[in-house]
């Protein structure tokens, strides 16, 4: 199984860009997701790397490296509405390929 | 593509009751989800369907839970005696298998069980 370990919580200003990091640990990698929730809604997608590298979005950006374990996004121009939990989900290589979710990175974003 | 609908969106019960859940995926969508989320963790792994098979379950989930995917399409999710301990989101996601294998999220159904 995984071990995915994100920070709990983070603040930032609006306007500026913000780096929210995500660690794990698997036996064989497949895949790495990023989703954003703002409360009391459902997850939604933002990105997947499979590659080491970055893959860029618009104002978001994911970065990952598989031999490090790591992975980050980058949010650029912060806006009050990206305010909101992140969520850092990894899927291993065999049986269902499931991803298994981290707790999630809260963001404040504040004027 | 309509996304993921979920239905009903608050469920308040009193403890020791049943409740059914229903999730309708994304038509094209073959593999469906069941995940449960409380306050300030990530959606935890219930069970998962890929048409009408149920492939995998959570050791996680006990005998009380069960799901459904009667036609390959809409699934219903059902607790019975439900527990305080049950109180949470539940949220349904479906995927098609293709290079990514991305899920999709419904709004999720808020289950409060007094």
């Known amino acids: 199984g995984q071990n995915i370990d994100q920070p709990t919580e983070m603040t930032a200003t609006e306007g500026a860009i913000v780096q929210i990091n995500c660690t794990y640990q698997t036996s064989g990698f497949n895949g790495l997701f990023w989703y954003q929730q703002h409360a009391g809604e459902a997850p939604t997608f933002l990105s997947y790397n499979v590659l080491d590298g970055l893959e860029e979005k618009g104002r978001f950006s994911s970065f990952l490296s598989r031999s490090k374990g790591y992975s980050y996004l980058l949010l650029k121009e912060l806006q009050m509405k990206d305010s909101a939990s992140y969520l850092c989900a990894v899927r291993e290589v065999g049986g269902s390929y499931i991803p298994t979710f981290g707790r999630g990175t809260s963001l404040i974003v504040h004027p | 593509d309509t996304g993921v609908s979920q239905d009903p969106r608050h469920k308040i019960t009193k403890r020791g009751q049943n409740v059914t859940f229903r999730c309708d995926p994304i038509?094209?969508?073959?593999?469906l989800y069941w995940y449960r989320q409380t306050l300030g963790q990530g959606p935890e792994f219930l069970t998962y369907f890929q048409n009408e098979a149920q492939l995998e379950k959570s050791r996680l989930l006990s005998d009380r839970f069960s799901a459904e995917r009667p036609k390959g399409s809409f699934s219903t999710l059902e607790i019975q005696r439900t527990e305080q301990g049950d109180s949470a989101m539940y949220l349904c996601a479906s995927s098609s298998r293709d290079l990514t294998d991305t899920q999709y999220f419904g709004p999720g159904t808020r289950l409060t069980v007094l």
């Open positions: 038509s094209e969508h073959n593999r």
